[in-house]
């Protein structure tokens, strides 16, 4: 963005503005909005700001000419410290069991400890299979997300790892070769596939919280208040009819 028109910073509302703003579609914030290509919505935290007549305006002229309208939202903050401190704890825990799984099998011989470690791979490549599917279709239910997150990220760490040892204890095995590497790389991606998922999670949430915070006390185009009631009338009868649509587009 090279610049952005600001309404409340060029209109304070504190000046005698009344002859600028006296008819809706001359006033500065249409023939603004009339040159621009894009209209930032950006919410407040107590209240809605549709619940101003003229914000509503705004709103309604941008559809009415065809703008792109968005919603600013606060960069993904809030929650990550905690999901980076989770991701640690599992990497480690996952890490410490691989290696206990790993060194505490005990077969009569090699070839069977070599098969216990395939054995314990397959079966959590099932787990780690189930939470793919279970991170697509959970998309829409926060905690949800998160907790098919943790546990797809723990299980693909635990398989990662478990090549990894197992690698310095079976590389002299005749069946471990150059395709034991590929499946190691496939672990790890998914492993950075939850990660990615999770941030994906995050970033939901907050752009969840700002349409929140745009619907919260929001009564109506008609239930709108204005500092002068003429103006407040005068943008009913612009709007007319469209009413019912532009409460639709709110909500």
Same mark, same amino acid.
């Given at each position: 963005?090279?610049?952005?028109?600001?309404?409340?910073?060029?209109?304070?509302?504190?000046?005698?503005?009344?002859?600028?703003?006296? $008819?809706?579609?001359?006033?500065?914030?249409?023939?603004?909005?009339?040159?621009?290509?894009?209209?930032?919505?950006?919410?407040?935290?107590? +209240?809605?700001?549709?619940?101003?007549?003229?914000?509503?305006?705004?709103?309604?002229?941008?559809?009415?000419?065809?703008?792109?309208?968005?919603?600013?939202?606060?960069?993904?903050?809030?929650?990550?410290?905690?999901?980076?401190?989770?991701?640690?704890? !599992?990497?480690?825990?996952?890490?410490?069991?691989?290696?206990?799984?790993?060194?505490?099998?005990?077969?009569?011989?090699? $070839?069977?400890?070599?098969?216990?470690?395939?054995?314990?791979?397959?079966?959590?490549?099932?787990?780690?299979?189930?939470?793919?599917?279970?991170?697509?279709?959970?998309?829409?239910?926060?905690?949800?997300?998160? !907790?098919?997150?943790?546990?797809?990220?723990?299980?693909?760490?635990?398989?990662?790892?478990?090549?990894?040892?197992?690698?310095?204890?079976?590389?002299?095995?005749?069946?471990?070769?150059?395709?034991?590497?590929? +499946?190691?790389?496939?672990?790890?991606?998914?492993?950075?596939?939850?990660?990615?998922?999770?941030?994906?999670?995050?970033?939901?949430?907050?752009?969840?919280?700002?349409? $929140?915070?745009?619907?919260?006390?929001?009564?109506?185009?008609?239930?709108?208040?204005?500092?002068?009631?003429?103006?407040?009338?005068?943008?009913? $009868?612009?709007?007319?009819?469209?009413?019912?649509?532009?409460?639709?587009?709110?909500?």
């Amino acid at each position: 963005v090279r610049a952005a028109w600001c309404c409340i910073l060029a209109n304070p509302q504190n000046l005698a503005i009344s002859d600028l703003i006296k $008819e809706p579609r001359t006033s500065p914030f249409a023939l603004a909005l009339a040159g621009a290509s894009q209209l930032m919505v950006v919410p407040t935290r107590k +209240t809605s700001i549709y619940r101003r007549i003229w914000c509503i305006y705004e709103a309604f002229l941008a559809v009415k000419q065809g703008k792109t309208v968005f919603t600013a939202s606060a960069p993904v903050s809030q929650g990550v410290l905690r999901s980076i401190a989770v991701g640690v704890v !599992l990497s480690i825990t996952s890490g410490a069991i691989a290696h206990w799984s790993v060194h505490t099998i005990d077969a009569d011989s090699i $070839e069977d400890d070599f098969n216990q470690v395939l054995c314990v791979v397959n079966t959590s490549f099932y787990f780690l299979a189930f939470a793919y599917l279970l991170s697509i279709i959970s998309e829409r239910l926060n905690w949800f997300s998160a !907790l098919v997150n943790c546990v797809g990220f723990a299980v693909a760490m635990f398989c990662a790892c478990v090549w990894v040892f197992s690698f310095f204890v079976f590389r002299k095995h005749p069946t471990w070769n150059a395709s034991h590497l590929k +499946t190691e790389s496939w672990f790890v991606m998914s492993g950075c596939y939850f990660v990615a998922n999770e941030y994906d999670r995050l970033r939901a949430a907050g752009v969840m919280r700002e349409s $929140e915070a745009l619907k919260a006390g929001y009564v109506g185009v008609h239930g709108a208040e204005a500092s002068v009631e003429a103006d407040r009338v005068r943008i009913l $009868e612009e709007i007319g009819h469209k009413a019912r649509s532009v409460n639709r587009s709110i909500n």
